[in-house]
């Protein structure tokens, strides 16, 4: 009988040591393993069984138009009869797969909840429309308008909210600074997507991290590097979707100082171990850049158009944020601070596991999730923060306390279900050796081309299911094996696929709808996919041209 | 390209609630038959799973 193991445990200390020789092994070329992995005993007919569950996933979202939950539960049970019947799976290894992706699950879920709740505290308080009320009034040069709400702050909202925010928030913002409903809708779609990834709290980074088994520090630079470039790439797109190539020729030098200042800040705070907040940072620093530059773009007696902004509500909408800030950095630079909370993980063990067929996973601990400083704890704290500063100042009006955690309940829900889901199907592919297969299959077909391909897979992900998060439970494993198998990069590779990922949600279906339902589109989305296309696929390109370069030089 | 655009329902909103809390007990279940080698706790479990994926798959 295998005992079970499941507790509140110390952190050993040999972690670090073993985490650095681990770092160094990934970033080495591991070529010459396919031999060793499965020798000659791929065959057609297994790849395709392999493939399956992620094209009933493809036909049924693009095809049929179902939601991700839906379309992923029919993955997921594509899978389960493909892994027992094909792959021979049997039932405890299907159950220890489903409970290491509950485990997984929680670790996503508990930031994706703390976020969305701490947004809702400040968009209840009223800054957050303060906020975009003040940001067209700073200029009079529509293009920089543009660039004002529909790529800098949108940016901000996306690292500080999320779940379709940034297109709700501000379309209807550039709507009332005289932009058409088109217009409105695709600049701030365009504008975010370089910031998903470590948006939203980082949750989509932390979905990386949690199906690869990863630690961040070794993904969070390459795909800050990456995104970066989107970054500034995307204030050109944003400009010219606003007023055309004499918008780009005014505007450029702007558009690269704010640019690389947001990419700046965010590979700075992602490479120093702080990806929850690196969005945001990056969001920040723009804003802190832009608002005295947009200021040169104001066109001679526009002074008396400048009304004095309420200080106290933007003050109010971002006391939860600064206060994660404090308690992000206190955590992290304070080592005393860090190994005490750190020190407590809850880890559980799971035995080696075999197929029928010999596909083999080994014994260890499945995610271990430190509790005391995990991001969803920091987030929960602000959010309490938050509520309380704006309670005090009594900007929240009766039962908003109810109304703040019964949306975010309701808001989270449906991806809730569906993270679950599609991280089970995850789980179980890859516990019954089809992830495996469908890497060597890649590999063998597309070989040294890979990382052309790989940032289209991460958006075509993104596309499919409706966001960077899920687009990473579901490909990021295959991605990793993939690259693992053909000798690249494995980092530049997961951060090709979580920056494909971060561009191609943009054009997701369900995040359309959500935008253009505010933006008065609603019927429309055809025109706004069709107005998304063409910038979406430059800064795809973008990626795959970057990362080609990197590989090549690096 | 036409593209639904119907909020959650209340009902939508219950059930996707209700499945998502049956699949994370019916997971956490699963690790203890397993580790307790309890065959047909583990496979009435995972059907308890499938069954979940089926309402999740039959929802509209």
């Given at each position: 009988m295998i005992l079970p193991a499941i507790g509140l445990a110390r952190r050993w200390p040999p972690d670090a040591q073993r985490r650095r020789s681990r770092l160094r092994d990934l970033h080495r070329p591991q070529r010459g393993i396919i031999p060793e992995i499965r020798d000659g005993g791929l065959t057609l007919v297994d790849w395709l069984l392999a493939v399956l569950p992620i094209a009933m996933i493809l036909v049924l979202l693009v095809g049929f138009r179902w939601g991700a939950a839906r379309a992923g539960a029919a993955g997921w049970l594509t899978a389960a009869a493909v892994a027992s019947l094909h792959f021979g799976a049997g039932p405890q290894l299907l159950a220890f797969a489903q409970a290491k992706a509950l485990l997984l699950s929680l670790d996503v879920l508990l930031i994706v909840w703390a976020a969305f709740l701490l947004f809702r505290v400040s968009d209840e308080a009223g800054g957050i429309r303060t906020i975009g009320a003040l940001l067209p009034r700073l200029t009079t040069d529509r293009a920089m308008q543009a660039m004002l709400i529909g790529w800098i702050f949108a940016s901000f909202l996306q690292g500080v909210g999320g779940f379709g925010v940034p297109v709700a928030v501000t379309a209807p913002l550039l709507i009332g600074a005289g932009f058409s409903p088109l217009a409105a809708m695709v600049i701030p779609s365009i504008g975010h997507g370089w910031a998903?990834?470590?948006?939203?709290?980082a949750s989509s980074f932390q979905a990386l991290l949690a199906a690869?088994?990863?630690?961040?520090e070794l993904l969070a630079a390459p795909a800050a590097i990456l995104l970066g470039f989107c970054g500034v790439a995307t204030g050109f797109l944003v400009a010219h979707a606003a007023e055309g190539l004499p918008a780009i020729r005014r505007l450029a030098l702007p558009i690269i100082l704010i640019g690389v200042t947001m990419a700046a800040a965010q590979l700075m705070l992602a490479s120093a171990g702080l990806w929850n907040i690196a969005g945001f940072g990056g969001g920040i620093a723009g804003l802190l850049i832009a608002l005295p530059l947009a200021r040169r773009y104001r066109q001679m007696g526009?002074?008396?158009?400048q009304g004095k902004p309420d200080r106290s509500a933007i003050w109010i909408a971002l006391s939860g944020y600064l206060a994660l800030l404090v308690i992000t950095l206190g955590v992290q630079l304070t080592p005393v601070i860090r190994e005490t909370l750190g020190s407590w993980g809850l880890r559980i063990w799971f035995p080696a596991l075999r197929t029928s067929q010999g596909f083999a996973t080994a014994a260890g601990y499945g995610r271990i999730i430190y509790p005391l400083t995990h991001a969803g704890a920091s987030l929960g704290l602000a959010a309490l923060i938050a509520y309380l500063v704006a309670r005090r100042r009594g900007v929240l009006g009766a039962g908003a306390g109810g109304r703040i955690v019964g949306s975010t309940v309701r808001r989270v829900s449906s991806s809730s279900l569906s993270i679950i889901i599609l991280l089970g199907m995850a789980v179980i592919m890859a516990h019954a050796g089809m992830t495996e297969i469908l890497a060597q299959g890649l590999a063998q077909g597309v070989g040294h081309l890979f990382p052309l391909a790989s940032a289209w897979i991460g958006g075509l992900g993104a596309f499919m299911t409706g966001s960077n998060t899920n687009s990473n439970v579901l490909f990021a494993l295959l991605q990793q094996r993939t690259a693992g198998l053909l000798g690249i990069s494995v980092p530049w590779i997961l951060a090709a696929q979580t920056a494909g990922g971060a561009i191609g949600s943009v054009i997701a279906p369900t995040k359309i709808v959500v935008g253009s339902a505010t933006a008065g589109m609603a019927g429309k989305e055809g025109s706004v996919l069709r107005a998304l296309l063409p910038s979406t696929g430059i800064l795809l390109g973008l990626i795959s041209l970057a990362l080609w370069l990197i590989l090549r030089i690096g | 390209m036409k593209m639904t655009n119907k909020p959650s329902s209340e009902t939508t909103f219950r059930r996707e609630r209700f499945l998502f809390l049956l699949i994370s007990v019916a997971a956490a279940g699963l690790y203890a038959a397993a580790n307790l080698e309890i065959g047909w706790a583990q496979v009435v479990l995972l059907l308890i799973t499938a069954l979940c994926m089926l309402a999740a798959l039959l929802q509209k």
């Open positions: 998903v990834t470590f948006g939203s709290l690869t088994n990863l630690p961040g526009d002074e008396g158009k | -």
